[in-house]
């Protein structure tokens, strides 16, 4: 479960209308009783779409990826709610639109790399899975460090061996003209830690170095500014659990 005012581009009240109108009415069922019974006005292309994206109508049987797809068929529905006077403050259904008005045209479903991309970009973590489900038998096999582990030890020097998801990467020149690059990883704990990347180890690993990318790798602490780091000798792209 995850809070509705914590999704990005939707405000407490348009979340609160929908509370309102559940506890009035009882339990939302699908897709076009949520447009018909939610009247306000904060309902709209971008809060409706951030309500899709990160699975927060899944419960109404509409599949993500239909849904974005209709969204002219779905606004266009709102609309005309809206100036018929069929949106309603209470769960009589009596003059309500029947439940066939609304027709979705069919497409593809989201893939479950989707979901996790847009439930990253609008809740801020992986709700319904993480990126590295299908390497953690991989990672298993290496024997890596839980990144929250190196991250509590002072250490300095220390050989680690830790995989995960590259979620940013920055890359610089040095002074002496040398690319070099930074580069946050995140585990499936959701810990991450940056990997910096000297000129030699990135001139071999360069397309590792990718947002999106899962990679193991392998290194030796440095703290440095009062953080934890970790220096790359060397750097793998993780094989998913089905290739072993």
Partial sequence: RFGLVAIKNIGDQVAKAIIE?????GELKNIEEFLTRVNHKDLNKKSLESFIKSGALDSLNVERNQALQNMDELLKFNSFLRKNGQLMSNSLFGNAIPANTLKLKSFPPATAAEKLAW??????????GHPLDSYKNYIAELKTTPISK??????????????GLVTRVRRILTKKNQPMAFAQLEDL???SVEIVVFSEVLKKTDSLWQEGQPIAVKGKTSPRDGEQKIIADAAIILKPNNKE
């Fill in 189 to 191: 704990a959701g810990d």
């Fill in 150 to 163: 190196i991250k509590s030890s002072p250490s300095e020097g220390t050989p680690v061996r830790i995989a």
């Fill in 119 to 128: 439930e990253k970009e609008l809740i801020g973590i992986y709700l319904s």
């Fill in 21 to 25: 109108e559940r506890m009035r009415g």
